[in-house]
């Protein structure tokens, strides 16, 4: 069975889990309510930086395409002009 410092060091650098522990994994949570808990913070923490990076890498692509769009403006006044 997997003890509780496993689990959390599991959760914490997110590497693969063995077959066997794959299987003791639920196991432990099922009856184990402070790594259950634990588990339950990671998944919300990993799910809102998840949120917060993809919002940032959207706004910097927008942000690259209004500097794109403003810099082929000025090339086209330049050439008109």
Known sequence: MLSCKELYEHL???KELTRIQ???YPMHLFMCHNCKK???QFKTINSSFKKV???RMEKA?????S???KSVWEEVERKIS
């Open 22 to 24: 794959k299987l003791q």
């Open 12 to 14: 914490a650098s997110g």
């Open 61 to 65: 692509s927008e942000d690259k395409i």
């Open 67 to 69: 500097e794109l769009e």
């Open 53 to 55: 990076v993809t919002k």
């Open 38 to 40: 634990i588990a339950s």
